[in-house]
């Protein structure tokens, strides 16, 4: 019917709520870092059941911010920024083990912050590649650069089997629902400087704070 083909997931989404993220003074907006998680999260519930595992945990965070957000101290959470000066003044963080606030914001935020470089890699092999690359390749090797230095052997071998059976790169444009190939290349062209700058802020406001490595 015409209404599910209107609500049918377009990776556009994703890329304009990453770019509604960066406030003027470059602050990030955590709602809408929240909303290009969700719409990430139907993406790879598009690509199979599989992807479900992936997403499952993505869905988890993102359900610990949201309670943040919308908590007594929701106006604490309006920016990555203003959340992690919040958490770390009043000692909501649990900075070197486990301990009484095993669901900061903060450590929350770092495990998606780690996964966008994953995708921003992916995504960055995908927008280079030529008509025969292989979208399995792609994911392990971005994977490999990034997030499984995060992740024990038991999860990086699950991953391992979910790449697998990614669908090919024409199949994935497809899913992505941004028009022909030439166009999801445009758009990642213009849409992957936006997602970098948001990793790069947080990166760095992360590594300011000594808030890289959260338990
Ligand atoms: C096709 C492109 C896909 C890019 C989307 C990236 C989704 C990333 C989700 C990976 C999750 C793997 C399984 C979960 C592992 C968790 O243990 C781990 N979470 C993440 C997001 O890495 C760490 O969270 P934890 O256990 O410390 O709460």
Redesign the pocket.
């Known amino acids: 019917s015409g209404a599910s083909v209107d609500q049918r997931f377009c990776f556009q989404e994703v890329f304009d709520s990453f770019k509604l993220c960066l406030s003027e003074n470059k602050e990030v907006y955590l709602e809408h870092y929240v909303d290009g998680w969700r719409g990430?999260v139907k993406f790879?519930n598009c690509?199979g059941s599989v992807?479900g595992?992936?997403?499952k945990?993505?869905v988890n965070?993102v359900q610990v911010l949201v309670a943040l957000m919308s908590g007594e101290s929701g106006s604490q959470y309006a920016t990555i920024q203003s959340m992690v000066k919040y958490e770390l003044d009043n000692g909501l963080v649990d900075v070197t083990k486990r301990g009484s606030h095993p669901e900061s914001g903060c450590r929350t935020l770092l495990?998606?912050h780690?996964?966008l470089r994953?995708?921003e890699l992916?995504l960055e092999r995908l927008r280079t590649s030529g008509e025969d690359g292989k979208t399995s390749v792609m994911?392990a090797e971005a994977y490999n650069e990034s997030?499984s230095q995060?992740?024990p052997w038991v999860?990086r071998k699950?991953?391992g089997v979910a790449f697998c059976v990614?669908p090919g790169r024409p199949a994935f444009f497809e899913v992505m629902n941004v028009g022909s190939t030439e166009q999801v290349v445009a758009m990642l062209g213009g849409a992957l400087p936006l997602i970098s700058e948001v990793y790069n802020i947080t990166e760095e406001l992360y590594a300011q704070h000594n808030l890289l490595d959260l338990p």
Do not use: G
């Open positions: 990430l790879l690509l992807f595992f992936i997403a945990d993505a965070k495990r998606l780690r996964a994953w995708l992916f994911c997030l995060h992740h999860i699950a991953a990614l």
